[in-house]
């Protein structure tokens, strides 16, 4: 995997028709001001690793091996901001227990690589735009369906031309 520290963590990423939809999304906002998530980039994180070193990168892909979730659905039903970080997002009214339990399953498995599992609850979304004004909940006309039947781990390379955020490997889930 390389040489060097890398920037990771794992998330949902997904295929090209849904990060369509979900890009759309982004002119339902606030137009102007903020940092606007490349639509190449939309995903919704699961863990968040930071810089790993190279030592690290082979415990953590056995980690994810090891996690044995569930396929399942989850439904984007509306935008909201949070005020503290200033950003907006796009997430489920309700998180699927098979999602609640794939971010545990993955942060116990990833203790034992030296990472410390996030201690605060799991709040699943897509963030749209950073740094960006105060904007209202949305509710969507029409959820947008996200079938998910994989995870994967990202490297973040920011700087320079988008996409950011590029696959190193992936994992399927079980049906």
């Given amino acids: 995997m390389g040489s060097r520290n ?4 794992f998330a949902l990423w997904p295929d090209d028709a849904l990060r369509r939809e979900l890009a759309a999304l982004q002119t339902l906002l606030p137009q ?3 940092n606007w998530v490349h639509g190449s980039d939309l995903h919704m994180t699961l863990q968040f ?3 790993v070193r190279p030592d690290q990168q082979a415990c953590v892909s056995q980690a994810a091996a090891r996690v044995q979730g569930h396929s399942f659905e989850l439904e984007i039903t509306h935008l909201d901001y949070w005020a503290r970080p200033r950003i907006a997002w796009a997430g489920p009214e309700t998180t699927p227990p098979a999602l609640l ?7 116990q498995n990833l203790e034992s690589c030296g990472f410390k599992a996030e201690q ?7 963030t749209l735009v950073r740094k960006t004004p105060p904007s209202g909940r949305i509710r969507l006309a029409r959820p947008i369906t996200w079938t998910v039947e994989h995870f994967a781990l990202l490297e ?3 700087g320079g031309e988008p996409p950011w955020y590029h696959v190193v490997e992936s994992w399927p889930l079980l049906p």
């Fill in 6 to 9: 890398r920037r990771l963590f």
């Fill in 32 to 34: 102007g001001q903020g």
């Fill in 49 to 51: 690793l930071g810089a």
């Fill in 101 to 107: 339990q794939l971010v545990a399953d993955l942060g």
């Fill in 120 to 126: 605060r609850p799991y709040r699943p979304h897509v």
């Fill in 156 to 158: 973040s390379r920011p």
